[in-house]
């Protein structure tokens, strides 16, 4: 009987003893998963400091041509996570602005790197206005302002916005 208690004991002990190593292994391949690679990250802006919230933020890398993308939150903050380290290409979009492109941003392994984008109101600005006056009060601001009218269904309201001047 001694014997038999000595072996269920043992073998009791073995299992959790197991799981224990299998679960410190997992953690530390983990650990070197994660340091091999970078992490980008920060926060789109337009160009009054205001956060813009769905934007696509996506890095490319030309050398692989290995692409990874991410959507920024409601306050304005994305994050593209184990990034190989190398130089990206990263295009920011929005609706409403001009698609941004940066050339030449370099991540290294184990590196969080912070890349702030503002990004340049588009060409077509689109007004919602609520106000019974708006069929026409907008057409004539239009006609004021030179920012031709594109399309009017109220309350939505799309005029291209007009060059402006370069110096």
């Known amino acids: 009987m001694f014997v038999s208690l000595t072996s269920r004991l043992n073998g009791s002990f073995q299992v959790p003893c197991l799981l224990m190593v299998l679960l410190l292994s997992a953690h530390v391949a983990f650990g070197q998963a994660q340091s091999n690679a970078a992490d980008l990250q920060g926060t789109v802006t337009d160009s009054t400091n ?42 920011v979009e929005a609706a409403n602005f001009k698609k941004k492109v940066l050339q030449k941003v370099t991540v290294t392994v184990g590196q969080r790197a912070e890349l702030n984008v ?26 004021l302002t030179g920012h031709p009218l594109l399309r ?14 370069r110096r």
């Open 50 to 91: 205001a956060v813009v919230a769905n934007a696509t933020v996506t890095a490319r890398n030309p050398a692989t041509n290995v692409s990874k993308n991410a959507t920024t939150n409601d306050e304005g903050f994305y994050r593209l996570i184990n990034l190989p380290p190398g130089d990206y290409e990263v295009t």
């Open 118 to 143: 503002a990004l340049e109101p588009g060409q077509i600005l689109r007004v919602i206005a609520h106000d019974p006056g708006a069929p026409e009060d907008l057409p004539a601001w239009s006609r």
């Open 152 to 165: 009017a269904a109220h309350p939505v309201y799309d005029f291209a916005r007009k060059p402006t001047p």
